[in-house]
Nanobody
Framework: QVQLVESGGGSVQAGGSLRLSCEVS???????MGWFRQAPGKEREGVAA???????TYSDSVKGRFTISKDNAKNTLYLQMNSLKPEDTAMYYC???WGTGVNNALHSTVYTYWGQGTQVSVSS
């Protein structure tokens, strides 16, 4: 059974940092893994994605501030978030898909598996 479990969310002040983790039961088999976020009343937004070879893609809103990485030995995906802004406040989800070769790895519809989410709140 495929399971994705996020952790590491919390409340921070603007300018602060958090590191999110996503532990995955079938980690190495995924062609892509990504981090997404969803604020109340808004659509799920792709933040960062990484393929099996380690190539990363970022949304313009987080480029230069967030870093996606993975540890194959620990079956874990990470999102290091620095210089956090109030507009980064959202529920953050990790997603996974088997295959590669997608046109847009930051689009939520290409992902099959999802975690339950972890809340990130940034105050000004």
């Amino acid at each position: 059974q495929v399971q994705l479990v996020e952790s590491g969310g919390g409340s921070v002040q603007a300018g602060g940092s958090l590191r999110l983790s996503c532990e995955v039961s079938v980690f190495y088999s995924f062609g892509y893994m990504g981090w997404f976020r969803q604020a109340p009343g808004k659509e799920r937004e792709g933040v960062a994605a990484i393929d099996r070879d380690g190539s990363a893609t970022y949304s313009d809103s987080v480029k230069g501030r967030f870093t996606i990485s993975k540890d194959n030995a620990k079956n874990t995906l990470y999102l290091q978030m620095n210089s956090l802004k109030p507009e980064d406040t959202a529920m953050y989800y990790c997603g996974g898909r088997w295959g590669t070769g997608v046109n847009n790895a930051l689009h939520s519809t290409v992902y099959t598996y999802w975690g339950q989410g972890t809340q990130v709140s940034v105050s000004s």
